[in-house]
């Protein structure tokens, strides 16, 4: 077969096919393949009609039919299968040949195939590609890590299908992250970003809904006004349009008809076990993964709520006033959220050795991936003044608006525990808030209960060193 595709592709599930259809879209002459053949025959017959595409029948074919350096990009499922594609291409490319895994694959597994693959003198580039279908079709947010080598080989091809912005929509969201499987990592990051954002907006909706009894009319109408603001963003937008669906069997509102039983891909979990043990508090995409769990016990949920009552008290203010600070409070949990992201990212950069460049990552947040948000301006800003900045709290910006949005951020908390409306994720990121602003914490009493029990040692505020003291000898009778 006659050399002349610019890229391979293997894996034409729903974001396979869409990158395959841009690649060719942008200039790119694309040869694909899929395991199951006749996916390959339909497509080429399909949407791939006329277009500058290969069909392969073989992984073989795929091969032959790329330019050197052969590029071959694998979008299939995370695990085991990129491991078996990986086996089958290795004899078959040479050396300066790169193989890009463009799944969710887990960190560590792309640190282990970029060190296997380059042992055998070939590339590795293991990227988050963000969007979903319609951003693998017009636009995506790719985030490429692996042999740093690679970059200049396939900055072309993202940078041309990436999804563009800036004042002249001319700046790609596709840029270097980092060696090895740092891509993958930001990519995991901005998955439990996504996961607090969704979880955020989901409690602002339980509130205005349960508190101040407003009908979808309403709530379209209080997210188009919030997607105008500050809040602007594509998860704003869709939920606004959600609000405005009508069931067509019952010309009902859809979204009143949907279980409220959430399902999870995984990444979220990785963000926060890794997060655990980097020692870093990413507590509202924890919160969030809990939320999903304590959703999908939705048989329990029904049982119990035969049995346990909770307040009887109704909203008696005034409503307009609290969807205004129920704004506050989503945007004040969110900046939050970010925050405690880029904290773990700033983390594992230190733990892995990757040279991450935080005012890059958001601009690559900012189109074509779910989390897209005008509010990563103000994140870019805020690292291109500091790039060693600490936490985005201490930023001028977010320290003015987390201030601003203090008393009604409160308010709409306290409200919803009165109410008896859960909000895990708003009361979660003013919890985190609250405590990282203190200078004294109560740990200095659990260091004294693990040294009383357990010999744990602890320090002094006073004096440096280690100690152990026998709280059971030194005990003293308080006077009366």
């Known amino acids: 077969m006659p050399a002349t595709c610019d890229i391979?592709?293997?894996?034409?599930?729903?974001?396979?096919e869409n990158l395959a259809l841009n690649m060719e879209s942008r200039g790119y002459h694309v040869a694909v393949f899929n395991r199951t053949t006749k996916v390959v025959d339909d497509f080429i017959g399909g949407r791939a009609k006329g277009k500058n595409f290969v069909g392969c029948q073989?992984?073989?074919?795929?091969?032959?039919?790329?330019?050197?350096?052969?590029?071959?990009?694998?979008?299939?499922?995370?695990?085991?299968?990129?491991?078996?594609v990986i086996d089958q291409l290795l004899p078959l490319l040479d050396k300066g040949d790169i193989i890009i895994d463009g799944g969710n694959s887990y960190y560590v597994d792309t640190e282990r195939r970029t060190t296997e693959v380059e042992a055998k003198g070939l590339l590795y580039v293991g990227t988050g590609v963000s969007g979903g279908e319609e951003g693998a079709l017009k636009g995506p947010s790719m985030m490429p890590?692996?042999?740093?080598?690679?970059?200049?080989?396939?900055?072309?091809?993202?940078?041309?299908?990436?999804?563009?912005?800036?004042?002249?929509?001319?700046?790609p969201c596709a840029e270097w992250v980092g060696p090895r499987g740092a891509g993958?990592?930001?990519?995991?990051?901005?998955?439990g970003i996504e996961y607090g954002d969704m979880q955020l907006i989901c409690e602002a909706y339980f509130v205005l809904k349960h508190a101040l009894r407003l009908s979808n009319e309403e709530l379209y109408n209080v997210f188009d006004e919030w997607n105008r603001g500050e809040l602007d963003s594509y998860l704003i937008e869709i939920t606004r349009d959600i609000f405005s669906v009508r069931d067509p069997d019952t010309d009902n509102y859809l979204v009143d008809y949907v279980l409220d039983k959430a399902g999870a891909k995984g990444t979220g979990k990785w963000m926060s076990q890794l997060a655990l043990d980097l020692g870093v508090p990413s507590t509202l995409v924890t919160e969030a993964v809990y939320a999903r769990s304590l959703s999908a016990m939705k048989d329990a949920r029904v049982r119990a709520s035969k049995v346990l009552k909770g307040p009887t008290a109704k909203f008696n203010g005034d409503k307009k006033q609290f969807i205004e600070e129920t704004r506050h409070a989503l945007y004040a949990s969110k900046i939050c959220s970010y925050a405690q992201g880029f904290v773990q990212m700033a983390a594992a950069a230190k733990e892995h050795d990757w040279p991450l460049n935080f005012g890059d990552i958001a601009m690559l947040w900012r189109g074509g991936c779910i989390i897209r948000a005008r509010f990563l301006d103000r994140i870019k800003e805020a690292f291109d003044t500091d790039p060693k900045l600490e936490n985005l709290l201490l930023a001028p910006y977010f320290t003015e608006a987390v201030e601003k949005a203090q008393p009604a951020w409160r308010h709409v908390v306290s409200t919803a525990i009165e109410l008896g409306v859960p909000t895990p994720a708003f009361s979660a990121a003013l919890a985190y808030f609250d405590a990282y602003r203190q200078a004294s914490l109560p740990a200095n009493l659990l260091q004294a209960q693990r040294d009383y029990f357990g010999a744990h040692t602890y320090e002094r505020t006073d004096k440096p060193g280690t100690f152990h003291s026998d709280w059971l000898r030194l005990r003293r009778e308080p006077r009366k």
């Open 8 to 16: 391979g592709l293997i894996g034409l599930a729903v974001m396979g």
């Open 184 to 191: 993958h990592y930001v990519k995991m990051v901005h998955n």
């Open 58 to 84: 073989t992984v073989d074919e795929l091969v032959s039919s790329l330019k050197s350096p052969r590029k071959v990009m694998i979008m299939v499922k995370a695990g085991a299968p990129v491991d078996a």
């Open 145 to 171: 890590g692996g042999s740093v080598a690679a970059w200049p080989l396939v900055k072309p091809i993202f940078q041309a299908i990436a999804a563009k912005v800036g004042p002249n929509g001319d700046i």
